[in-house]
């Protein structure tokens, strides 16, 4: 355990960890069954197109979830993407900028502009009283993104939307397993996406699902996620390949059998971590509403650069130098990344709260690869350096010592 300043790897201290901890290493249930699946799957040589194992996971998370129809997808992208066509968006769709850059994507391949939103500081998510003057008479939606796992505002949003006449999809990318007022996120709006991507706490390896409660929009996604087609031969929609294969399917059915595990191990991580950054200024945990379901995914620090006497970016070069890997989610926002950057023209992006947070957040490692003793470590780094930032020998760390490191070769999801 590291003990002063000095000790800091930035400062020529050996780095806290030899394995490099990253966010978002994947749950892995119960190996043994998940062979046994494959095995299966394998045996009766069905490995896609709407196969058993696919049918019995759409089933048992339609069954979680309380909701009519869950659509299972090759991943969450071509979720959204066959979502947003099923409910017929087009022209421009208002969407957080403080999201994965899919939420933006999703629109833009299918030649639907993207309108970016600032969102709410506390929560994190879409802020409802600025969607309204967003609005143009090319409007068609409203994408709303549950940020970290907590949820929207979904009757604001829900008011917006109905007198707006606008259609209504969320992406709950982040919010598998969550509730708001005990009813499961993936019951509000027209539809909601899930992504089931390995980083995420309950993975497909890939995949993803539309949920919905519409059963007429439910029957245009499962056409689209085929192609079209409503029977051999018979193709009576454009379409795309969404399909989940039965490999993932097997991983995402073993996974459920570990879900309470996985939620036990994030919600343990997020309480060792409130308890030990307690107290240390300028840094502030994201913190979940626990009378609600919670997946506990995201461990979210918030630094205020004022408080702390280091930036953000610092405190990350700081715990980059011990080998924790510590990402800038959602750095630098969707509207600085091409092609909304361009698209832009130089002009005032007017997402305040964006921008600031886009500076400010750090997600920290958790999930089952993370254990106690890291979680205590990790924070130790978080104290000392703050410490030492505060201290009269700062001028020390601000003076060039600290090298950005290059990202690694990880998606940022
Ligand atoms: C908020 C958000 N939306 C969409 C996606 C896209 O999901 P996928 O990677 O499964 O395509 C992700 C994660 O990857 C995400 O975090």
Redesign the pocket.
């Known amino acids: 355990m590291k003990q002063t300043p000095d000790d800091l790897a930035i400062f020529g201290g050996d780095p806290a960890f030899r394995e490099k901890l990253h966010v978002g290493r994947p749950n892995i249930g119960d190996r043994q069954r998940l062979l046994t699946r494959i095995n299966d799957l394998l045996d009766r040589k069905w490995l896609t197109n709407n196969g058993p194992y696919v049918r019995e996971l759409e089933q048992r998370l339609a069954a979680m979830i309380g909701v009519r129809h869950c659509i299972a997808t090759g991943?969450?992208?071509?979720?959204?993407e066959i979502a947003g066509r099923a409910l017929g968006l087009k022209g421009e769709v208002i969407v957080p900028a403080m999201?994965?850059i899919?939420?933006a994507h999703?629109l833009q391949w299918q030649g639907i502009t993207p309108v970016f939103c600032d969102i709410d500081p506390t929560s994190h998510n879409i802020d409802p009283a600025r969607i309204e003057r967003l609005i143009t008479p090319r409007t068609t939606g409203i994408v709303g993104?549950h940020?970290w796992g907590r949820p929207c505002d979904v009757e604001a949003l829900a008011k917006i939307a109905q007198r707006q006449n606008l259609k209504l999809l969320y992406?709950a990318?982040?919010a598998f397993a969550c509730s708001y007022k005990g009813r499961m996120i993936g019951n509000f709006g027209d539809a909601e996406?899930f992504?089931?991507?390995a980083?995420?706490f309950f993975n497909t390896l890939?995949?993803?699902a539309v949920v919905t409660n519409n059963d007429e929009l439910a029957s245009k996604v499962r056409l689209m996620r085929n192609f079209g087609f409503a029977d051999y031969d018979d193709v009576v929609s454009v379409g795309t390949n969404g399909k989940m294969n039965e490999v993932s399917a097997a991983m995402g059915l073993t996974s459920l059998e570990s879900l309470d595990r996985f939620i036990a191990i994030n919600y343990r991580n997020y309480k060792q971590y409130r308890q030990e950054l307690e107290g240390i200024p300028g840094v502030q945990l994201v913190t979940y509403d626990e009378a609600e379901r919670c997946n506990y995914q995201h461990i979210i620090l918030e630094v205020n650069p004022t408080t702390a006497g280091l930036s953000r970016d610092r405190l990350k070069d700081i715990l980059w130098a011990e080998n924790v890997l510590a990402r800038r989610y959602f750095y630098p926002g969707c509207h600085r990344m091409e092609p909304y950057r361009s698209d832009m023209a130089g002009a005032e992006p007017g997402l305040p709260e964006t921008e600031r947070l886009a500076t400010q957040l750090l997600s920290l490692p958790t999930g089952t690869a993370i254990g106690s003793n890291q979680i205590r470590q990790i924070c130790q780094i978080i104290r000392l350096a703050i410490a030492y930032s505060q201290s009269a020998e700062r001028q020390r760390m601000f003076a060039g010592c600290i090298q950005p490191t290059p990202l690694p070769d990880q998606?940022s999801?």
């Open positions: 991943n969450g992208t071509v979720a959204l999201t994965f899919a939420t999703a993104v940020v992406d990318a982040h996406v992504s089931f991507h980083t995420k890939e995949g993803g998606k999801s």
